[in-house]
């Protein structure tokens, strides 16, 4: 296969074995890539020193709470607790607190440039700290995740055996770990440690380089065009660990020309419009992975391997600030939080946005930087020592914004757009601004990664804040990508803005939408689809959904309508669904949902045709009270005399 990155690497042959001008390749990545990753060692003070004080002064207050900390323990129960009781967290959030302890630890480290000689007593604490967290991950059985590790699950094991390396994401997120703490340590573990270096290259050797090397049907690689975000984040791990760990011309000429074949089953599979199915969450742990990647092959290997221009690029680019509601609020289709959170590698998509022309796009960077807390350093110590040594980055994120600036509210947010191939629509009240309405609705299929069942669910935003909602998905357990996954409620069309004629929708590429089609105007937008498809064969014969935001025209304020008309319904009762964030208060006809200290929205339907259940749902998953707070409310329109066809119609309205 020829993809669209290998095509324009023309130094990287393939298949294997080598052919003839596979030493273009090696002689690119020659001497030391390392030393043109972009990220400078430790001994480079000019860089490190000129870190903004106030981010020097969080990450040093950080370490020091972190070194009166006991270090995370990985033990074999906890492993075995996914087998035991599908509790897959017990473990990997033990690891994750492990790898952050690490990455505060080293960045601590670089940005005091402490250093002592081996036997000195003392002096070093965070790079000590750092080096007995580099060595526990070493010294661990296994990388892997304990869901992923088919050799263990096929041996009815659960101690995972050393001589038989998975390669997954949490081997992948170690090496990339291993790898960046080498090059921006490298010369004070060397003075400091004697052997660690040796010891981190042999160990992403064993568990990452070789067995990528040895084994070319990983699922994961996606060559049957199944591609998702497992691909692009153990690909970077593995271009990652050969440009900065491997010292080998001609093994890391190899392995870069296998990452670059593999990087392209990934490519071939986004669609032209830029979308991401998996949701914004995941954007970052696939597609900006792909963006690491294409500088690092440019930095290391020049304008042979720069192909930072593909076209699909700049839409993909784009897919961040199209989803955005408001501060942290986005819409979150696939298993993506509601709320973003902090740990994003902004600094990512700012460099990209100017490199690209895409001003707008650097500036929703800067403003959701900011609004998540300032310069990330979590996320990954790759991407966070890159933030740190990005100056222009430092700058545009920690100073004050300029007067034009706090005017110009936010000109990324588009008055309308939308992705035919995702299939999902937002479009808001006014351009540039989060202030009033915004309606976001998608039709798709049942097939998607990460699916929820949510074909024609959609979510109603009021100044930035969603108040009609996506759940978005719970903590994950082992039975969250197995054939129990929709026992789980979150994922279940019944808690989603769709109908229920009589059941729910069906999982599956065959349940989605059909007829889709979309108006953009300056009255507003509609997406209008036939969503019969997405539910068990014979339940409705027809089912026309239309969703549109009416922008204010005249004494007429803003709505956003939902019209629902079917035909060929079987008996039984007849229910549209409505998940609310905030305090809901209902009537005859009514129903208001408020956030509290921000405006509300007022639904109304013909109280002739539909009466109004509501029920309250308490949270205790922390991964939903994150996004929710502690309680969601789903009003359900249950039709009056449900007949073999009608039409419903519901109506939303800000109210303050």
Not at 441 to 457: C, F, I, P, Q, Y
Request: proline content about 7%; overall charge negative.
């Amino acid at each position: 296969m020829t993809g669209p990155l290998s095509a324009r690497l023309a130094p990287v042959p393939a298949p294997l074995p080598d052919p003839p001008g596979a030493d273009a390749l090696a002689e690119l990545l020659s001497g030391a890539p390392a030393a043109r990753c972009g990220v400078p060692d430790v001994t480079d003070r000019p860089v490190w020193d000129a870190v903004p004080e106030v981010v020097r002064a969080e990450v040093l207050a950080e370490a020091a709470a972190e070194l009166d900390r006991p270090a995370p323990a990985l033990s074999a129960s906890a492993w075995a607790r996914t087998f035991r009781d599908g509790d897959r967290g017990a473990y990997e959030g033990q690891v994750r607190a492990l790898r952050e302890r690490v990455t505060l630890l080293v960045l601590a480290a670089v940005l005091t440039g402490e250093a002592a000689e081996a036997t000195a007593p003392g002096g070093c604490p965070h790079l000590d700290a750092a080096a007995d967290g580099l060595v526990a991950l070493a010294e661990a059985s296994t990388w892997c995740w304990a869901p992923h590790d088919r050799t263990t699950a096929s041996h009815g094991e659960l101690v995972p055996d050393p001589e038989q390396p998975f390669l997954d994401l949490g081997a992948a997120e170690i090496a990339s770990l291993f790898a960046w703490a080498d090059r921006a340590l490298g010369p004070h573990l060397d003075l400091r440690m004697p052997g660690l270096r040796r010891r981190l290259r042999r160990e992403v050797d064993r568990r990452v380089l070789a067995p990528y090397e040895r084994i070319r049907d990983w699922h994961w690689i996606g060559a049957d065009g199944t591609a998702n975000n497992w691909n692009p984040w153990i690909v970077s791990a593995v271009v990652t660990s050969a440009l900065l760990l491997c010292d080998d011309d001609a093994r890391r000429a190899r392995l870069v020309r296998l990452a670059v074949r593999d990087l392209d089953h990934y490519l071939v599979t986004l669609p032209d419009d830029g979308g991401i199915d998996e949701g914004i969450a995941y954007w970052f742990a696939g597609a900006c992975r792909v963006l690491e990647v294409l500088d690092l092959l440019a930095d290391a290997g020049g304008a042979g391997l720069d192909a930072r221009d593909l076209p699909l690029l700049a839409p993909l680019l784009r897919y961040p600030q199209r989803m955005h509601f408001g501060a942290d609020h986005y819409v979150n289709v696939g298993d993506a939080p509601a709320r973003l959170g902090g740990g994003r590698p902004w600094q990512v998509v700012f460099r990209w946005g100017e490199r690209l022309g895409q001003p707008e796009t650097a500036a929703h960077a800067v403003a959701a930087a900011r609004d998540a807390g300032g310069i990330a350093v979590t996320g990954g110590l790759g991407r966070s020592l890159s933030a740190l040594a990005d100056a222009r980055w430092c700058r545009a994120v920690t100073a004050a914004p300029a007067e034009a600036e706090e005017k110009a509210e936010a000109p990324w947010l588009a008055g309308a757009c939308w992705l035919p191939r995702l299939q999902v629509l937002v479009a808001r009240e006014s351009a540039g601004s989060p202030s009033g309405l915004a309606l976001a609705a998608k039709a798709g299929h049942n097939g998607e990664h990460h699916n929820h069942l949510d074909v024609g669910s959609y979510w109603v935003a009021v100044d930035g804040r969603p108040l009609v909602v996506d759940v978005g998905r719970p903590v994950y357990t082992a039975q969250t990508f197995g054939p129990d996954r929709y026992a789980a409620w979150p994922f279940q069309s019944a808690w989603h803005n769709v109908p229920e004629p009589g059941g729910g929708q069906a999982p599956g590429a065959a349940h989605g939408a059909g007829e889709v089609t979309v108006r953009l105007d300056e009255a507003g937008a509609a997406l209008r689809a036939e969503v019969s498809g997405a539910y068990p064969r014979g339940l409705v014969a027809c089912w026309e959904r239309e969703l549109r935001l009416e922008r204010a025209a005249g004494a007429d304020p803003a709505q956003v309508v939902v019209e629902d008309r079917w035909e060929g319904r079987r008996d039984g009762p007849l229910m549209i669904r409505h998940v609310l964030a905030g305090h809901v208060e209902s009537g005859k006809g009514w129903a208001t949902v408020t956030a509290d200290g921000g405006a509300g929205l007022r639904m109304e339907w013909d109280p002739r045709v539909a009466a109004a259940w509501v029920e309250v749902r308490e949270l205790d998953d922390p991964l939903l009270r994150e996004s929710w707070g502690d309680r969601l409310t789903r009003v359900t329109l249950t039709l009056l005399e449900p007949a073999d066809s009608g039409r419903v119609a519901v109506r939303w309205r800000r109210s303050d």
